[in-house]
């Protein structure tokens, strides 16, 4: 007896369909609001933008689907049936509710539009955002910008505890739960005060030597450690350790030893003769720069329009 009933549960539910194939949708009930309110199927259709052959093959469709007719058609115009009538209070309230859905939706995307939260490694945050969180605002004047800046590392970590919208990493490879995409590549060059011994060489620096050498290092977790340890293929103890490339760049300065960072960091270092380029051979220091977001969680909003923005 049970079996039985269940079944025909089951077919009447399929025979019925979803509500999606039951209930006319938004497009065709607006069109009936409007040809109560014009008493002209014609007029209708100018006001929600269609041809009349196409208002008429809509009303038919919906009168088929409702099992109703819903309009009287004459050389006077278009009038509602009673059915029709009936049908079109319900409209309205299904209207009034599918409009007060897009206006929820709006605040939310507007929420979403007010703030953008950015992690980025510290070459990153110091030498390429800038430019472009300028460009952003000139697109998005309205929207409030934070930057977290950390190692690549501190980077995953806040966007995988969604504290951040977007980030930027400067690392081999992209941090687990994460996805990416290349906006830059960069490369590393070793540096060292005019006064070190190393600036008056003249032949290059071998790669087994600088992996030999105590350096000024970032900490690790770094994407220019990172880079450069897997170059090299291990180094040394670290000379001094430090969290930051600013902190790193004015070791170098003040002749604490060799250094390896970003060429973006010491180009005004180089062009004032604080710092020296040293030429290293046997090895190649070049990386890619990735802008990295949560797995399956694609920009939106103002991340996306900055992704962009870094293409550029």
Same mark, same amino acid.
């Given at each position: 007896?049970?079996?039985?009933?269940?079944? @025909?549960?089951?077919?009447?539910?399929?025979?019925?369909?979803?509500?999606?194939? /039951?209930?006319?949708?938004?497009?065709?009930?607006?069109?009936?609001?409007?040809?109560?309110?014009?008493?002209?199927?014609?007029?209708?259709?100018? %006001?929600?933008?269609?041809?009349? +052959?196409?208002? @008429?093959?809509?009303? *038919?469709?919906?009168?088929?689907?409702?099992?109703?007719?819903?309009?009287?058609?004459?050389? *006077? $115009?278009?009038?509602?049936?009673?059915? $029709?009538?009936?049908?079109?209070?319900?409209?309205?309230?299904?209207? %009034?509710?599918?409009?007060?859905?897009?206006?929820?939706?709006?605040?939310?995307?507007? /929420?979403?539009?007010?703030?953008?939260?950015?992690?980025?490694?510290?070459?990153?945050?110091?030498?390429?955002?800038?430019? !472009?969180?300028?460009?952003?605002?000139?697109? /998005?004047?309205?929207?409030?910008?934070?930057?977290?800046?950390?190692?690549?590392?501190?980077?995953?970590?806040?966007?995988?505890?969604? %504290?951040?919208?977007? $980030?930027?990493? %400067?690392? #081999?490879?992209?941090?687990?739960?994460?996805? @990416?995409?290349?906006?830059?590549?960069?490369?590393?060059?070793?540096?060292?005060? +005019?006064?070190? +011994? !190393?600036?008056?060489?003249?032949?290059?620096?071998?790669?087994?030597?600088?992996?030999?050498?105590?350096?000024?290092?970032?900490? =690790?977790?770094?994407?220019?450690?990172?880079?450069?340890?897997?170059?090299? $293929?291990?180094?040394? /103890?670290? #000379?001094?350790?430090?969290?930051?490339?600013?902190?790193?760049?004015?070791?170098?300065?003040?002749?604490?030893?060799?250094?390896?960072?970003?060429?973006?960091?010491?180009?005004?270092?180089?062009?004032? =003769?604080?710092?020296?380029?040293?030429?290293?051979?046997?090895?190649?220091?070049?990386?890619?720069?990735?802008?990295? !977001?949560?797995?399956?969680?694609?920009?939106?909003? +103002?991340?996306?329009? #900055?992704?962009?923005?870094? =293409?550029?």
């Amino acid at each position: 007896m049970s079996e039985a009933g269940g079944t @025909s549960g089951a077919g009447d539910r399929a025979a019925g369909g979803t509500l999606a194939h /039951r209930v006319p949708d938004l497009g065709a009930l607006e069109l009936l609001l409007a040809v109560a309110r014009l008493g002209s199927l014609g007029a209708a259709a100018r %006001e929600v933008g269609i041809t009349q +052959p196409a208002a @008429s093959s809509r009303i *038919r469709s919906m009168e088929r689907q409702l099992g109703v007719a819903l309009v009287d058609r004459s050389p *006077r $115009g278009s009038r509602l049936t009673d059915a $029709g009538a009936l049908v079109t209070d319900w409209a309205r309230r299904v209207v %009034e509710a599918a409009e007060a859905f897009d206006a929820g939706a709006q605040a939310l995307r507007d /929420r979403r539009d007010s703030r953008l939260r950015v992690a980025a490694s510290m070459t990153i945050a110091e030498y390429l955002l800038p430019g !472009w969180l300028l460009a952003l605002r000139a697109q /998005r004047p309205d929207t409030a910008v934070s930057l977290l800046a950390g190692n690549s590392a501190a980077v995953a970590q806040r966007l995988l505890a969604d %504290e951040a919208d977007l $980030g930027f990493v %400067e690392g #081999l490879t992209v941090p687990p739960g994460l996805d @990416s995409t290349v906006v830059a590549h960069d490369r590393l060059i070793v540096v060292t005060a +005019p006064a070190h +011994p !190393w600036a008056r060489r003249r032949r290059p620096l071998a790669a087994e030597e600088l992996a030999a050498t105590p350096l000024i290092l970032r900490e =690790r977790g770094s994407g220019t450690r990172q880079v450069l340890d897997a170059a090299l $293929g291990g180094l040394a /103890r670290p #000379l001094i350790e430090l969290s930051s490339t600013t902190a790193v760049k004015a070791s170098a300065v003040g002749c604490a030893g060799p250094a390896v960072l970003s060429e973006l960091a010491v180009g005004e270092e180089l062009a004032m =003769r604080r710092l020296v380029s040293i030429p290293v051979e046997g090895v190649a220091l070049r990386r890619a720069l990735r802008a990295v !977001w949560p797995t399956g969680h694609r920009p939106t909003g +103002p991340a996306r329009e #900055l992704l962009a923005l870094t =293409r550029g």
